[in-house]
């Protein structure tokens, strides 16, 4: 092309008369017209050139976004980890993201330990832009334990009523909904919200969600399977009596009993995010021998606030057993806990793109807080827990923290140096 061009302008030097009305300079002149045209016409070609390739480069990303669309950290849908969150935000159909997290503890009096403790991939599938598919697998202890964590279709009706249906997190707690290693600062998660509010905790069943008529107040309402606590846990008050009650997505889990969940999550003031939870059901749900007359019942209030470097978090949860010495004359009926975490990161505000907060927890709970008839409870667990992160990139994290755990009467007392990392993708 560019040839061509040049011998065009060639050909129309040749053509110009040379004689009396032609002097030198009038040739010179025409010339250094030619080459600015010339130039003009390359750099307009160069030009086109940068523009297809950017199309191509912009067509290219959004064929692929579906699978390689990176985590937006300051979006969740209804709740849900920013990771969890991707099928909702993805312009093609197919979302591949997930989340993972290992570590390395040495407590007190026990050997030193490493885990890979989770890979979790989240597969979603948009059917369309109101019918979405998502889905959390689980590999546990470097795939010791394998699990389908939650699968769901969701129905997004309107900003007030959205349906899901499958098997899905219940809508309890702060890290329920949110347990995305990026998301709590500690290596692992508060013992309140893995003995009370049996985190991760998935049941099947339909919830719908929402804005409610006033702005900034979110809701989810609806039914999921009832937990199974006619269980020797909770018959000889062991501290996982309400852990080892979940059904969640195990094969052909009996489904006999429902419960009814709920939350709501008011933020309209800035920073601020307060709420409430709770769910309510039949405590006994097994395939045979069920015991009529019991009830479970479990509730949370929660608050996150932020500003600026310093962000704070707390919970105070209960659960209480309805009817429980039907189930034994012995059996846990009563379950309490609560934290708080406070967190400030000292690089915030001096320019740096990576973020280090320091920060302390707080936590006293007790899974076994009152018994039937004369049986022993359990006295409170106190966990004072110091540390640091270090995010090289808003989806990584590093942690380091120190754990002093003690039950009140002394009969226990665990230090315990953990490292840990996770990422989300």
């Given at each position: ?155 997004l009706l309107s900003r007030n009523l959205n349906l899901r249906v499958g098997s899905q ?141 310093i962000k704070v978090k707390g919970l105070f949860t209960q659960a209480m057993l309805s ?91 665990i230090d315990t140096l953990s490292f840990g990392l996770g990422f989300i993708f």
């Amino acid at each position: 092309m560019r040839s061509k061009k040049l011998m065009a302008a060639v050909a129309a030097m040749m053509v110009v008369p040379f004689g009396s009305a032609a002097s030198g300079a009038d040739l010179q002149k025409e010339l250094e017209q030619m080459q600015k045209r010339l130039s003009e016409l390359e750099q307009k070609q160069k030009k086109g050139e940068q523009e297809r390739s950017a199309l191509i480069d912009e067509l290219a990303t959004l064929q692929s976004e579906g699978w390689f669309q990176t985590v937006d950290v300051t979006k969740s849908h209804s709740g849900l980890g920013s990771a969890a969150s991707k099928v909702y935000y993805t312009q093609n159909p197919l979302s591949i993201g997930g989340y993972g997290e290992m570590y390395w503890a040495d407590s007190s009096g026990q050997v030193a330990i490493t885990d890979v403790y989770r890979f979790v991939p989240y597969i979603g599938y948009k059917f369309s832009d109101n019918i979405i598919l998502n889905t959390e697998l689980e590999f546990e202890h470097g795939g010791d334990k394998v699990a389908i964590e939650f699968l769901y279709l969701d129905f997004l009706l309107s900003r007030n009523l959205n349906l899901r249906v499958g098997s899905q997190l219940v809508p309890v707690g702060l890290v329920n909904m949110k347990h995305e290693p990026t998301l709590f600062p500690t290596v692992q998660r508060p013992e309140t919200e893995k003995y009370i509010i049996p985190s991760t905790w998935n049941e099947t069943g339909v919830i719908a969600y929402g804005e409610t008529a006033v702005a900034d107040l979110y809701y989810h309402f609806g039914f999921v399977n009832s937990l199974n606590l006619n269980s020797d846990a909770t018959k000889n008050g062991e501290a996982v009596w309400i852990r080892d009650g979940r059904q969640g997505s195990a094969d052909k889990a009996a489904m006999q009993r429902v419960a009814l969940t709920g939350r709501l999550d008011y933020g309209a003031i800035e920073g601020l995010t307060a709420g409430v939870s709770f769910y309510w059901g039949n405590a006994s749900n097994s395939t045979s021998a069920n015991v009529d007359g019991t009830s479970i019942l479990i509730y949370d209030l929660h608050a996150i606030y932020g500003y600026e470097s310093i962000k704070v978090k707390g919970l105070f949860t209960q659960a209480m057993l309805s009817g429980a010495e039907k189930i034994s004359p012995t059996a846990a009926k009563k379950a309490q806990g609560w934290y708080v975490t406070g967190e400030y990161d000292i690089m915030q505000g001096l320019g740096h793109t990576s973020s280090v907060p320091l920060f302390i927890r707080y936590e006293s709970y007790n899974p076994v807080k009152e018994r039937e008839g004369e049986a022993a409870a359990m006295n409170d667990m106190d966990i004072w827990t110091f540390g640091i992160n270090y995010y090289p990139h808003e989806q990584v994290v590093l942690k380091v923290d120190y754990a002093i755990k003690d039950r009140n009467d002394g009969s226990e007392k665990i230090d315990t140096l953990s490292f840990g990392l996770g990422f989300i993708f």
